[in-house]
């Protein structure tokens, strides 16, 4: 499988240099060449296989020769054998009709576990084989960072270092990036919101000699093999849910775009999706480019949220590129506008191909708060923050009785309990296995938001 640069001006890659890579040197995201698909015989014959076993032969046309079947199958089984459950990524029932897919299980607690943990195994054993040493760099509204510290801490061939906005991020958040022993990590905690540690990453892959001399990767949701992860489980969750018989909602809480287009990707490859909506808090610049055409950037405004706090969406630029026919073109037009004035407009015949694939909906704060107060009285279930987001927007627009509809459940409340006991008045409590995190040494250096000071830090981490 080979894969191509949303903006046209990179070369083509495999998967393994995709995945070792994270952006194209156009400034462009990759995505493959062609969908693979899934026939309905096909999706019958995986109901009831393993999350592994479906793991596996959905993601086994994107990786092309990069790993044997036998390789492909030890990583995917290291990689989720931790996960506190044996399902992996379990369903619950709201309502009727309504599911949370409970997508938390990990080491972190939330969803980002799903692709990291996988990365982490997949880049161990391409490193390994190619005696290369790499230097992982990234941004983080919160999430991203404690997975990907908790991925690759220790590993020889690997130096991590995670930039998060300093004060912007829940302290059960900071401290599980903070508190990680291995010296091959490195937390830094930049005077900035989560854009700001955003586009010094941008900038830091746009500086080839930089990014040549230290070898840098990414793995925020930027890089491929991480969306190509968050595939599997809309797959695993509909066959569930009865797939290919009948079709499926699904309600994502989304910032970055990454979660609700591995959904769009699950579509494609033939899974029998209906509606795709996007649910984002206040910071809602997805949902007025839905509804509008206008991807208009504004001021972040810090939420209960915090890991949705986020104006640039890396990862639209990949839903624009498929949707309008990979046009490297127009996207390069859209991506230069944005860069200049801040906004782009998309004309009626885009806004509607774009509202054919996605509905959207913004929850308030106040919504937020509502939702999971409502939903804990009800029926006793504590949701996170970013997970009552979705559950919100999905109660709004589930008014088809014969369709499920899935909300993505994308973190353990434990993680945001200050948000919790504000709304329910309770106090969520951490698993067994995290029980100490308050009591662990906090390691982090403080950067100022700039660009030569912070490559500075990193590369003397590098040399160290
Ligand atoms: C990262 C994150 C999101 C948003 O995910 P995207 O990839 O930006 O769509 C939502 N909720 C939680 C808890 C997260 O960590």
Redo the contacts with the bound molecule.
């Keep these: 499988m080979k894969y191509v640069s949303t903006r046209g001006e990179a070369q083509e890659l495999d998967f393994e240099d995709v995945m070792l890579t994270g952006l194209a040197r156009d400034g462009g995201l990759y995505l493959p060449k062609e969908w693979p698909k899934f026939t309905d015989k096909d999706l019958s014959n995986m109901a009831g296989s393993s999350y592994e076993e479906i793991a596996f032969t959905v993601m086994k046309p994107f990786i092309g020769s990069t790993f044997s079947d036998e390789e492909f199958k030890k990583i995917i089984k290291n990689a989720y054998h931790n996960f506190e459950t044996e399902v992996r990524c379990p369903l619950l029932r709201l309502s009727d009709n309504t599911f949370l897919l409970e997508l938390y299980y990990g080491p972190t607690l939330?969803?980002?576990d799903v692709a990291m943990q996988l990365i982490g195994q997949m880049f161990e054993l391409s490193l390994k084989r190619k005696s290369q040493k790499i230097v992982i760099v990234g941004a983080t509204?919160?999430?991203?960072g404690s997975a990907a510290i908790e991925a690759f801490r220790g590993l020889e061939a690997v130096k991590v270092f995670i930039m998060y906005p300093d004060g912007a991020v829940s302290d059960v958040q900071r401290r599980q990036m903070t508190t990680a022993v291995e010296k091959n990590v490195t937390a830094l905690a930049v005077d900035g919101n989560f854009d700001d540690c955003q586009a010094l990453l941008k900038e830091m892959f746009n500086d080839f000699e930089f990014r040549d001399e230290i070898n840098l990767a990414s793995v925020n949701?930027i890089n491929w093999a991480r969306v190509m992860a968050q595939v599997v489980y809309y797959f695993t969750s509909a066959l569930a849910l009865g797939a290919p018989r009948n079709k499926i909602n699904f309600t994502?809480?989304?910032?970055?775009?990454?979660?609700?287009f591995a959904g769009y990707v699950a579509k494609k490859m033939g899974l029998p999706i209906d509606k795709l909506i996007i649910a984002t808090n206040q910071n809602d610049i997805l949902d007025r480019v839905i509804k509008t055409g206008i991807y208009k950037i504004e001021d972040v405004k810090p939420s209960i949220?915090p890991?949705?706090d986020?104006q640039v969406s890396s990862?639209f630029e990949r839903a624009l590129f498929d949707i309008f026919d990979n046009d490297p073109v127009l996207v390069r037009r859209l991506m230069n506008n944005l860069q200049s004035a801040k906004e782009f407009k998309l004309n009626s015949s885009e806004i509607k191909k774009l509202q054919d694939i996605f509905e959207s909906g913004s929850s308030s704060e106040e919504e937020t708060n509502t939702t999971m107060r409502a939903v804990y009285k009800e029926s006793g279930i504590v949701l996170?923050p970013?997970s009552a987001t979705g559950v919100k927007i999905a109660l709004e627009n589930n008014n088809d009785k014969d369709t499920p509809m899935v909300v993505l459940a994308?973190?353990d409340p434990a993680k945001f309990p200050d948000a919790v006991a504000n709304a329910c008045g309770i106090k969520p409590e951490l698993p067994d296995r995290m029980k100490d995190l308050f009591e662990r040494t906090e390691m982090f250096q403080k950067v100022p938001n700039d660009i030569s000071h912070i490559k500075e830090a990193i590369t003397k981490g590098v040399n160290e």
């Design positions: 939330a969803f980002k509204s919160g999430d991203t949701s994502v809480p989304t910032g970055n775009f990454g979660d609700i949220s890991s949705m986020i990862n996170c970013h994308t973190a």
